[in-house]
């Protein structure tokens, strides 16, 4: 097994998945997903947090969401790129910003979650299961795994 490689912006964060394939991913078009990212939606991936291997000046910062679980956000010390985060209600998986992935070119959208929220000017792509709000975890689960 070769590994997934990737990392934050100035290079300064670099991390490895234990995984032989790019990770499924999924776009998350809630409001704090625009805000976190600057942009339409952000894109992740779930991955084994026992996969991944980080080295390099990696910052913490916790929040409690409004539901009462804790999120984890891993950012690089430097140049302030979210790297992943993990929350309470997943324990072992991580969340990887896609973006971050050496090979983020590559990556397919497997699925959509809180397109209510979806900046109206975007078209998401025929057949690709999409949610209103957050997915049910196994509904979720399934799209990325037919990915």
Same mark, same amino acid.
């Given at each position: 097994? =070769?590994?997934?490689?990737? @990392?934050?912006?100035? @290079?300064?964060?670099?991390? !490895?998945?234990?995984? #032989? +394939? ?16 600057? =942009? $339409? ?14 080295? @390099? ?7 409690? *969401?409004?539901?009462? /679980? %804790? ?6 010390? *430097?140049?302030?790129? /979210? ?9 072992? %998986?991580?969340?990887?910003? $896609?973006?971050? &992935?050496? /090979?983020? #070119?590559?990556?397919? %959208?497997? +699925?959509? %979650? ?7 000017? &975007? *078209? &998401?792509?025929? @057949?690709?299961? !999409?949610?209103?709000?957050? $997915?049910?975890?196994?509904?979720? $689960? ?6």
């Amino acid at each position: 097994m =070769s590994g997934i490689r990737g @990392g934050c912006r100035c @290079g300064a964060v670099r991390y !490895t998945l234990a995984l #032989d +394939a790019l990770p499924p991913t999924y776009a998350c078009h809630c409001s704090d997903c625009q805000t976190w990212s600057g =942009s $339409a939606f952000s894109q992740q991936a779930f991955v084994p947090e026992a996969a991944l291997d980080v080295t @390099g000046p990696v910052v913490i910062f916790e929040f409690t *969401t409004p539901s009462g /679980r %804790i999120s984890t956000q891993r950012i690089c010390g *430097t140049c302030h790129t /979210r790297i992943y985060n993990s929350n309470s209600a997943r324990p072992g %998986i991580a969340v990887v910003r $896609a973006g971050t &992935l050496d /090979r983020s #070119d590559e990556l397919h %959208i497997a +699925a959509h %979650i809180w397109v209510k929220r979806k900046q109206p000017w &975007l *078209t &998401l792509p025929e @057949g690709v299961p !999409t949610w209103p709000e957050a $997915a049910p975890p196994a509904d979720l $689960a399934q799209a990325l795994a037919a990915r």
